[in-house]
């Protein structure tokens, strides 16, 4: 299994944030390179990759080991270990990286505070000094984004070698999913795709419309013109009866439920989107 590609693992420690992004010439690569735990911190397997430096990898993190420690105890042990590459990033935002002798050129990697990026079978060492330095440029973005743009800007510098397939996004923070229920903030994959970096950032994009949040103070109150435009749009599409209940129906059908909270104010996005459908 040789997933090489390009990859950065990184976090936010203001946001408590941890995540990685990757891309490769290598179906589902999602599968296989990044993993993270909230409070915990993130890993990437890649090259002739060892699936179990993931779960291994964060059990150390968890007993509070540093990043450089961690990269030390999985690779000592591993007599595969010159052709791996592994990326970490541990709860404090240590970050460390490795790349085997044997892994196909070119190959390295590259850490700095709250990061580290490393790629196989690259065009060019180019391709990891523009994962760091997007990186290291865009402090004042959320880490989901940046990551996106630590990929692109890889791709821009001349990527994988052997072209594009797949790639993913992981960012995950503690109750920051899925009703506070889940750490995974974001988990999104493309398994197998000509572009699979535009088809990574749309359906980010589709993804932070129906799960992101709109801080409660750019929610539109809900007026009397606004509730009868509610309540009308609401009809058109089969949705009657009492607003609050048609609103509520109409959201869970349209994946929009978590945007929802009452009918006294309005997410605008739902509002957009209401009126997008009618």
Known sequence: MIPATYSVVACDPGARQWGVAVQ?????????????????????????????????????????LSANEVVA?????????????LGVVDANGGSATFTGSECFEWAGGRTGEGYAAQGNILVSQETVDALAEAFEASAERPLALRLIDCLDAAQAAGGDRRGQQSASLLVVERAGGYAGLSDSLVDLRVDDHERPLDELRRIYELHQQIFGTTPKDQWLTVDAALSQELRDRLARLGYSGELGEALEAWAGNANLEMRVDGIERIDPVVLDELRGQT
């Open 24 to 64: 490769s010439k290598f179906l589902a690569v999602g599968a296989v390179v990044p993993w993270a735990e909230a409070d915990v911190g993130a890993v990437a397997t890649q090259a002739f990759a060892n699936p179990q430096y993931g779960p291994d990898g964060l059990a150390l993190l968890r007993q509070g």
């Open 73 to 85: 105890r999985l690779t000592e042990t591993d007599d595969g270990r010159e052709h791996r590459q």
